[in-house]
T-cell receptor, first 110, second 114 residues
Framework: RKEVEQDPGPFNVPEGATVAFNCTYS??????FFWYRQDCRKEPKLLMS???SGNEDGRFTAQLNRASQYISLLIRDSKLSDSATYLC???????????FGAGTTVTVRA | DTAVSQTPKYLVTQMGNDKSIKCEQN?????MYWYKQDSKKFLKIMFS???????INETVPNRFSPKSPDKAHLNLHINSLELGDSAVYFC?????????????FGPGTRLTVL
């Protein structure tokens, strides 16, 4: 089983739609969770950290479900500029190493 | 004003050659990383240095040798390049080595081995 697994998509959604996707992680001892965004042929950039109680940043909402070992990202009112690959990132072993999922591709169309 | 920079951006070379990639960060961070992103898009950690000290050394062929002359620089030297080394190599840095720290990535070096 991979340490971090994501639905690769692609999720093709119209502008203004809501899109949501999950990521599962293998180690229940994992402590830190993030969503990074990677545009085509660019470097990954932090989108948001994911906190135990769930958190929101504008149109983006992240949730953590420790019991089922998954995190989710919801994007409301999608914009064309949201088209990207979203990487789920987890600190798997409790040390300072981060494990990256292969990414979920989102394409927002006009 | 670039936070994390890498050179070169593109590298095309023949099998068997030796090449180096350089990375510099001007964020004052203590920790730097090398990642490899293959064609399947998985980003895998290769090495990490904290204040010039190696703290992560994943299962990477010993043809790959990192070097950190100071905490703002982390270079990657690759000997005897193989076809399977073709990938995008990203350098990153974070304030400290804690896993809760945001990592800032460089623009990547796209290595093609022919």
């Amino acid at each position: 089983r991979k340490e971090v697994e994501q639905d690769p998509g692609p999720f093709n959604v119209p502008e203004g739609a809501t899109v949501a996707f999950n990521c599962t992680y293998s180690n229940s001892a994992s402590q830190s969770f993030f969503w990074y965004r990677q545009d085509c042929r660019k470097e990954p950039k932090l989108l948001m950290s994911v906190y135990s109680s769930g958190n929101e940043d504008g149109r983006f909402t992240a949730q953590l479900n420790r019991a089922s070992q998954y995190i989710s990202l919801l994007i409301r009112d999608s914009k064309l500029s949201d088209s990207a690959t979203y990487l789920c990132v987890v600190n798997i072993r409790g040390d300072y190493k981060l494990s990256f999922g292969a990414g979920t591709t989102v394409t927002v169309r006009a | 004003d670039t936070a994390v920079s890498q050179t070169p951006k593109y590298l095309v070379t023949q099998m068997g050659n030796d090449k180096s990639i350089k990375c510099e960060q001007n964020l004052g961070h203590d920790t730097m990383y090398w990642y490899k992103q293959d064609s399947k898009k998985f980003l895998k950690i290769m090495f990490s240095y904290n204040n010039k000290e190696l703290i992560i050394n994943e299962t990477v062929p010993n043809r790959f040798s990192p070097k950190s002359p100071d905490k703002a620089h982390l270079n990657l030297h690759i000997n005897s390049l193989e076809l399977g080394d073709s990938a995008v190599y990203f350098c990153a840095s974070s304030e400290t080595s804690g896993s809760y720290n945001e990592q800032f990535f460089g623009p990547g070096t796209r290595l093609t081995v022919l």
